[in-house]
């Protein structure tokens, strides 16, 4: 595990949630084809296994995890949040996982306790 010490919080290194993420989706979903019938179990996977691995390795961390997944069709998507935050300690971290059939973007929001 990298961290970059910022007084008593440790920010968190970027690769590493992304390793995390991949690790996840490549062990429950890789290979998969998009089938609306399983879109929720595959979000539970998602966020409940990178929940409790985030929290189990930055115990003074914050997280809040999103999941979008997406079919490959010929329609756009456009996506946009903001928000208010430390710009020395919080951080926003995306990683992005496209297959034949969908796409999944995940975004950690990671705050200090």
Not at 22 to 30: A, D, S
Not at 81 to 109: A, G, P, R
């Amino acid at each position: 595990m990298t961290e970059i010490d910022i007084g008593e919080y440790k920010r968190i290194e970027e690769d590493e949630v992304k390793k995390i993420i991949k690790q996840i989706i490549n062990t429950y979903i890789k290979g998969s084809r998009y089938q609306h019938s399983v879109l929720k179990e595959w979000q539970e996977r998602i966020l409940n296994n990178s929940t409790e691995k985030l929290k189990d390795l930055y115990p003074k961390t914050k997280f809040i995890i999103t999941s979008t997944i997406m079919q490959h069709t010929e329609h756009g998507y456009h996506q946009a949040s903001t928000c208010y935050w430390d710009k020395e300690k919080d951080q926003l971290i995306s990683y992005v996982h496209q297959d034949q059939d969908f796409v999944i973007l995940v975004n950690v929001v990671c705050s200090p306790l």
